[in-house]
């Protein structure tokens, strides 16, 4: 059985470029068509529910609001990155955003309605208390991270919200102002899996637990590589550096910060709840009682 994954095209997604390129999905027996999606998390929930994708790597607070909102098409089977994600809030260089107080009200920019630019943006006036005060945002929709860049220079936006890391090289160029950061309390990313003709059928479970497995040893494989020896530069680094164009010392810096699990069938209960509640005070989930169980497939995935 092909699966069918939806990655977004960033340095996370490095252990599973490098297995795919290397053909060692294949040699270890599973079928998977690795699919970037470039306008994120939003675009991949709904190709799962659409039934063009098979499993997805997604910002947890995007995916725990798509399957809290409507459970039945897709459930989260594990999680892929541990450490949160530093939400960059960037501006365009000669805009008049200089700090996030100033956004109060304003316009951002989001890849798409239900995409981690939109749930974490709602996130934002939530914590700084700008719906409490009768000012909420507004959105427009620009796609990807050009679109993004491109409306926050010429107005169309006041800022967005996306990947330091990803957005970083704009900062560098002077095209960019990074004026803060949100970090949620919660992993970067969640492992989704469709319901109807995966999940639901035998062999589609046994396809999800296979790759899951082989999974670990490819997220192991990068880790070990990238070790540094002297002042020699290992595989993965090299890999991060030239598919991504970052410099060594970025590189490194991100490397620094991010966490992968030993085992990515591991959901923790604790952060779901916690990331449920948070998101139902920010609106963004629109029931009051959904549970964490409602939202993993407890066959496949482990409560830690």
Not at 52 to 63: H, I, Q, R, Y
Not at 106 to 115: D, K, L, P, Q
Not at 168 to 197: M, Q
Not at 234 to 249: A, G, Q
Request: glycine share 10%; net charge negative; charged share 20%.
């Amino acid at each position: 059985m092909k699966l069918r994954l939806g990655v977004v095209p960033e340095h996370f997604s490095s252990p599973v470029f490098l297995y795919a390129r290397d053909g060692l999905f294949a040699a270890r027996g599973v079928d998977v068509e690795v699919v970037i999606c470039e306008a994120g998390t939003g675009d991949m929930v709904a190709r799962l529910q659409r039934g063009e994708l098979d499993l997805a790597f997604c910002v947890t607070e995007g995916l725990v609001t798509a399957v809290a909102n409507d459970p039945q098409p897709v459930r989260v089977v594990g999680t892929y990155v541990t450490s949160p994600l530093r939400w960059a809030v960037s501006t365009g260089r000669a805009a008049a955003p200089t700090t996030l107080a100033d956004l109060c009200g304003g316009t951002i920019g989001i890849s798409r309605y239900g995409s981690g630019s939109h749930i974490m943006a709602l996130y934002l006036a939530e914590r700084e208390g700008w719906n409490a005060v009768g000012s909420p945002l507004r959105f427009t929709v620009l796609h990807n991270l050009a679109g993004l860049a491109g409306g926050v220079t010429s107005g169309t936006a006041d800022a967005f919200l996306w990947d330091y890391f990803t957005t970083k090289h704009l900062y560098d160029a002077g095209e960019l102002r990074h004026i803060g950061d949100v970090v949620p309390p919660w992993s970067s990313f969640t492992i989704a899996a469709r319901v109807d003709g995966l999940l639901a059928e035998p062999a589609g479970r046994a396809a999800v637990d296979r790759f899951l497995s082989i999974l670990n040893e490819a997220v192991a494989d990068f880790l070990d590589g990238m070790a540094v020896a002297g002042d020699q530069d290992s595989p993965s680094l090299r890999y991060l550096m030239e598919r991504f164009k970052y410099s060594r010392v970025d590189a490194l810096a991100w490397f620094a910060t991010v966490r992968y699990p030993a085992d990515v069938r591991g959901v923790d209960r604790e952060e779901m709840a916690r990331c449920l509640q948070v998101l139902t005070q920010a609106g963004a989930v629109k029931t009051t009682d959904r549970q964490p169980e409602e939202l993993v497939d407890a066959g496949l995935a482990r409560w830690i």
